[in-house]
């Protein structure tokens, strides 16, 4: 009995080059594509500070602040290009960005921030 042959069709060769070098499509990894983005923001008499936003599912814990000193809160963040909305949460209470210059309104009556991320 002979065997079966294969159904399956051999799989394509990639593209080659003038010089006929096989070439593979490289895709960069999200690492490659994201961007550190530092928030910072004056809160002077604040005990602890967060920062939410819709990069962390606005998780009011997650990514606490660093205290800089004199009432100055910062963190570093690393996202994939995007826009994103933002409010800081400061001994509990959420804020807007004092120095942010494009909001949008939320659902409970106030704005949150907008960054772009390019």
Not at 3 to 24: F, I, N, Q, Y
Not at 70 to 88: A, D, N
Not at 89 to 107: K, M, V, Y
Request: net charge negative.
């Amino acid at each position: 009995m002979k065997p079966k042959k294969s159904s399956l069709k051999a799989a394509t060769k990639p593209p080659e080059t003038e010089a006929g070098d096989t070439t593979v499509p490289v895709v960069p990894t999200p690492a490659e594509t994201s961007r550190t983005v530092l928030f910072d923001v004056h809160l002077g008499g604040a005990r602890e500070v967060y920062l939410a936003g819709t990069f962390n599912d606005w998780h009011p814990t997650t990514l606490p602040m660093v205290d800089m000193g004199l009432g100055r809160w910062e963190k570093e963040i690393l996202v994939p290009p995007g826009t994103y909305e933002y409010l800081f949460i400061a001994d509990g209470r959420w804020l807007p960005d004092p120095e942010c210059s494009e909001t949008t309104p939320n659902p409970f009556g106030s704005v949150n921030c907008v960054r772009r991320v390019e």
